[in-house]
């Protein structure tokens, strides 16, 4: 049987947190959560600077290969006598239309220029899941306009692009912005639609960047 003085003890160790220990519990959970957005951050950052390097990279490749070989890719009409296997040649007129599109990686990956098999057609993907894509025009550039797009960027990631890189405005500049574009696949065109006002872009949604090559 206990003692009166070691019931009390026993309740007393029954107590719940004090103010302070909820304090510090409270600070701890807000500096977790707090490291936690701050970590994904980071993330949505690292992939904004990846997808832009991958952009700038694939740009720079396109003025190689006309610098090489005097034409554009996907519509260079002498690729096959070049490069056995590689598909199919362009027809030579300077710009990149519906049927060149996904020629155009094929001769891109041909001459070396980014990785993949001779006659590979896939479109490549980018850091957050999406697809890059050649557009003619789209996002209100001319459609006479060989254009790059890569789909299924967040919205808030959009706007810091325009920001950082461009004039902030998602329908005029050298970047632009519209809708995902519908029947996108790894291995199907797809033309971007027409821009979308900077206004109406919100963090909750996903939207395709585009720049003239």
């Known amino acids: ?24 519990v409270l600070v701890i959970i807000g500096l977790l959560v707090g490291g936690v957005i701050k970590g994904q951050e980071l993330i949505k950052g690292s992939r904004q600077n990846n997808m832009m390097n991958a952009i700038q990279g694939y740009t720079a490749a396109v003025s190689n290969y006309q610098g090489t070989y005097r034409a554009l890719p996907g519509d260079d009409s002498g690729a096959q006598t070049r490069w056995t296997g590689t598909g199919a040649n362009g027809n030579g007129n300077g710009l990149i239309s ?3 599109r996904q020629t155009f990686w094929a001769h891109m990956r041909a001459a070396g220029l980014i990785t993949g098999a001779l006659a590979d057609t896939t479109n490549p993907t980018n850091a957050f899941g999406g697809l890059f894509f050649i557009s003619e025009g789209g996002g209100g550039f001319a459609a006479t306009a060989p254009t790059l797009c890569t789909s299924r960027v967040p919205g808030d990631v959009v706007l810091r692009i325009l ?18 574009p519908a029947g ?3 291995t199907t065109a797809a033309n971007a639609g027409a821009a979308v006002a900077t206004n109406t872009i919100t963090a909750d949604n996903s939207y395709a960047v585009c720049s003239r090559l």
């Not at 049987?1 to 304090?23: C, N, V, W």
């Open 184 to 186: 996108l696949t790894a």
């Open 1 to 24: 049987m206990q003692t009166p003085s070691a019931k009390l003890g026993t309740l007393e160790s029954q107590k719940g947190f004090t103010l302070i220990e909820l304090s510090i």
């Open 98 to 100: 519906a049927a060149e």
């Open 163 to 180: 920001t950082q890189y461009d004039n902030g405005q998602s329908n005029s500049g050298d970047i632009r912005v519209s809708v995902n």
